[in-house]
């Protein structure tokens, strides 16, 4: 595919923002905690004893977990906004619904269904499909494809997007790969692109 994101403007201003503020970026892979209660101790047989002094130590119940399909991260942009993003779904291959628009040869679509939930108290305006990004298992990157349609699986991200405190966004972001690659990781930041917080999702 031969077509650019949108929101040229938006990203020459987030570029000077990013250019005056102090740098310190980093990657987060953790998901957010969930609600979910854990899960109750299974309960011993009648009359049996529950434990003893030789019994070995049960192993930890709690192991490092990266964020991947499903789980919500939540970013804040340079401005103060606060946003979580979900990785909804995933697509591989994935086709433009329009039924014209094809991957160039020895390419191919995938896609990723990104939900945008504004939790924070200002407004967010952005084009969030410059601030998605996919790696292969060969560490190659790629950046989003802007399909002109939407995708067989849904709707495309809008390249505008006008974000107020308690609203949510929800759509497909494609990128056009070689057709070999496994992709296994997302990434997606705020602010075009910009923001000093990216998200990071593996892709199994």
């Known amino acids: ?5 949108a929101g040229i403007a938006l990203v020459v201003a987030a570029v000077l923002a990013a250019g005056t503020a102090c740098s310190d970026d980093e990657v987060t892979t953790d998901p957010d905690p969930t609600s979910s209660s854990p899960s109750s101790p299974t309960p011993s ?7 003893s002094p030789s019994d070995p130590a049960p192993a930890p119940s709690s192991s490092p977990t990266e964020a991947a399909l499903g789980d919500t991260i939540t970013l804040k942009s340079m401005e103060g906004a606060e946003i979580a993003v979900t990785l909804k ?16 040869d020895g390419k191919k679509f995938v896609g990723a269904q990104l939900e945008l939930v504004n939790t924070g108290s200002k407004v967010y305006s952005d084009s ?9 298992t060969k560490g190659q990157r790629f950046d989003v494809t802007i399909l002109g349609s939407d995708t067989t699986e849904g709707p495309e991200m809008v390249s505008s997007l006008t974000l107020p405190p308690g609203d949510k966004a929800l759509g497909w972001v494609t990128f056009e790969v070689p057709a070999a690659s496994k992709i296994n990781r997302l990434q997606f ?6 923001g000093e917080q990216t998200g990071q999702w593996i892709i199994k």
């Open 89 to 104: 779904d995933w697509a591989d291959p994935t086709k433009a619904a329009d039924g014209f628009t094809v991957a160039d």
């Open 1 to 5: 595919m031969r077509i650019r994101p």
């Open 45 to 51: 047989s009648s009359g049996s004893p529950t434990s």
């Open 189 to 194: 930041a705020l602010d075009s692109g910009f």
């Open 128 to 136: 969030p499909s410059n601030g998605a990004q996919v790696a292969d």
